[in-house]
T-cell receptor
């Protein structure tokens, strides 16, 4: 079972920041927060992951609360191509045999 | 880097036939690969964990004799849907974790293979 809770859908205006929340109140100390997205009829795409510090890469920023019970994925300037289902997943990072368990995710619609 | 490729991208077959889907890691070796299935408007469901040189581990409710998995090399895993029926029509997706040192744990996914059984 997925250990995260996400809103089922969100809208965002093109060019604005998209802030996608995720609750993971039962996260363990050795579990990381991963974000993936799936554009229609494609395989999931890795976005970012983190343990407790905020992380940023060329795609997005990840803000994790101090108690690690929730996080927010930020797409700073959303484009129409960012329309996708976004999945927040918790997982022990270096466990090679541990798969990703997907919840229902958030369907982000970027609107022109 | 970290590209995973699936073939075919889509396939249509008659009921009762078998279909093989290939998953290749193009620029890394992967001892472990995962197979998922996704029905329309649903999330990805893990089917099995594929380990090079050993038998795959199947999730509860997934028939191992129907979904044959062969992970014969560190860059190739195959999923064969045997005696396919219309209810097997789905989007099949593979995922791989690079074996290389210093890797931070993310998994990479193939483009998916859409199977339609008539």
């Amino acid at each position: 079972d997925a250990k995260t809770t996400q809103p089922p859908s969100m809208d965002c205006a093109e060019g604005r920041a998209a802030n996608l929340p995720c609750n993971h109140s039962t996260i363990s100390g050795n579990e990381y927060v991963y974000w993936y997205r799936q554009i229609h009829s494609q395989g999931p795409q890795y976005i970012i992951h983190g343990l407790k510090n905020n992380e940023t890469n060329e795609m997005a920023s990840l803000i994790i609360t101090e108690d690690r019970k929730s996080s927010t994925l930020i797409l700073p300037h959303a484009t129409l191509r960012d329309t996708a289902v976004y999945y927040c997943i918790v997982r022990v990072t270096n466990s090679g045999n541990t798969p990703l368990v997907f919840g229902k995710g958030t369907r982000l619609s970027v609107i022109a | 880097g970290a590209v995973v490729s699936q073939h075919p991208s889509w396939v249509i077959c008659k009921s009762g036939t078998s279909v093989k889907i290939e998953c290749r890691s193009l620029d890394f070796q992967a001892t472990t690969m995962f197979w998922y299935r996704q029905f329309p408007k649903q999330s990805l469901m893990l089917m099995a964990t594929s380990n090079e040189g050993s038998k795959a581990t199947y999730e509860q409710g997934v028939e191992k004799d129907k979904f044959l998995i062969n992970h014969a090399s560190l860059t190739l895993s195959t999923l064969t849907v045997t005696s396919a029926h219309p209810e097997d029509s789905s989007f099949y997706i593979c995922s791989a974790r690079p074996d290389r040192r210093g890797f931070t744990g993310e998994l990479f996914f193939g483009e998916g293979s859409r199977l339609t059984v008539l």
